[in-house]
């Protein structure tokens, strides 16, 4: 069966009961994803919420080319809230963002957007599922940083694998994913929410929890303190937020480890989007009280 280890960080307590009110739940995926990956995210929050008002929108503003900017795609989704929002029968009281793998980066860009600004007193809760917030730096696997570098040269215009593996500038201070530490708006959820595994071998755990690692903390180069530096910038303003709560979750998945998937850990990668044991344990049993 799959487990699950929680960190915790900050003051606000959970309510145990609920009142239903209008709730806009956005849904991003991730590279060569579609609308309907978070699906059973969706079936299994509406399960563990009946009494809920929980909207979802299934974002396919960027489906049709997940290998462009980044920041390109944060504005399609930005304004496909927006006309969500002004379209909507009732105001949202709350809004909240559930990404995974590149949608964390894609909601991050998002939020950051001026089309948004008006409505961040509204936003609840970040929940990421294996987001590459620090991109590959330090990433144990070899074969998946391999993978990345003959995608980028295989696909011209792969330039959101560029941005993720920080080689988008020669100077990663230019880096785009540096630049969207810089200005990060985390801080601003009630919740922020992060879940990773280490057999996840697609994203690096680290960099998944927004945290350092052995290798960073020994690493007194320039790449280490950039690395530092992002850290720093995105958790800084969140642990500073008596408002805001931080938990991370990481999660040992029941997978079959001798499939070439698990091999590579794809598996992982993907089993919170479709593992019904994970996800009726984390959203039934923990998950739900994020969306209260």
Known sequence: SSGINAEYGGSRMMATEYLPSPHLVVCAHGLEGSSNDLRQVRIFLHSALPKSDLFFLMSDAY???????????????????VQTIITAPRPYERISFIGHSLGCLVIRAAIQDPLLARYTKKFHTFLGFSGPHLGMMYSPSYLVSGGLWIMQKLRAGGKSLQQIAMKDRSDLKQSFIYKLSCKDKLHVFRNVVLVSSHQDRYVPYHSARIEMCSDSRRDVSYNGLVYKEMVDNIMGPIIRNPECTLARYSVQYALDQGSANSMIGRAAHIACLDSEVFLSKFLGVMGWKYFV
């Open 63 to 81: 489906m049709d080319d997940t290998y462009r900017d980044i920041s390109e795609m944060g504005n399609l989704l930005a304004d496909e809230v």
